[in-house]
């Protein structure tokens, strides 16, 4: 189990009291989705749909893909990185706190958004905990082009050995090229897993839906794109 990450002292957008967050969230909101919109990635048009978590992780669904049943599904199977006997206490805690994350995001409206986040649940868990050092875990981070001088470039991290598709994968921001961009996915990623919480949705259409300054989950306006 990583170091325990800075929690924040409020509730998350969505209720959570137990979170890791990334401190470039809504610059790699932001930058992602004009990735997209310049016609960059390769999706298909009129069909992919990005789900993007508040650690950064992007999971790309398709209509008609298998959605989550929350975590009293049997599949997947929600499991818990391995953690000390002592650390039992506060798993339980976070449990609770991914718990209620889940009840308000899992009928986000409208119903395709909801939809579309089930469905990024169901691949995150599917793919499970990358533990460090295994297969698995190697990553190959490709920059997007898109840069911001303060932050660096936009890489997409990929986990080849764990979604050989690329449908899931990690954004991170580095000045220092690719070995830092790997790093922060894979420390980003796992947060992910341990507390996943979604931030932001991209349609097929390139509307962006996000939570407001007021928390509501909303299309994002167009000057904000």
């Known amino acids: 189990m990583p170091a325990e990450p800075t929690r924040p002292p409020t509730k998350t957008p969505a209720g959570g009291q137990i979170n890791a967050d990334w401190g470039d969230l809504g610059l790699g909101v932001e930058a992602f989705a004009l990735f997209v919109r310049s016609g960059a990635l390769d999706v298909e048009e009129n069909k992919d749909w990005h789900v993007i ?18 975590y009293s599904s049997a599949a997947p199977r929600y499991e818990f990185p391995e953690h000390r006997v002592d650390e039992k206490d506060t798993v339980v805690d976070i449990m609770a706190d991914n718990e209620l994350v889940w009840n308000a995001q899992c009928s986000l409206a409208p119903p395709p958004v909801g939809r579309a986040v089930r469905q990024a649940f169901a691949k995150l868990v599917g793919q499970g905990y990358p533990y460090p050092g295994g297969p698995p875990s190697d990553r190959s981070p490709i920059p997007s082009g898109v840069v911001d001088e303060t932050v660096g470039m936009l890489w997409h991290v990929y986990w080849p050995n764990l979604d050989r598709a690329g449908r899931v994968f990690n954004l991170a921001f580095s000045k220092k090229g690719a070995a830092v961009a790997a790093m922060l996915g894979g420390e980003l990623r796992r947060y992910d897993y341990m507390f996943p919480e979604v931030a932001a949705v991209l349609t097929p259409a390139l509307a962006l839906w996000k939570y407001n300054a007021e928390g509501v989950f909303a299309e994002a306006p167009a000057l904000e794109r």
């Open 53 to 70: 978590f508040r650690c950064g992780t992007v999971v790309r669904v398709v209509s008609g893909e298998p959605e989550w049943g929350g």
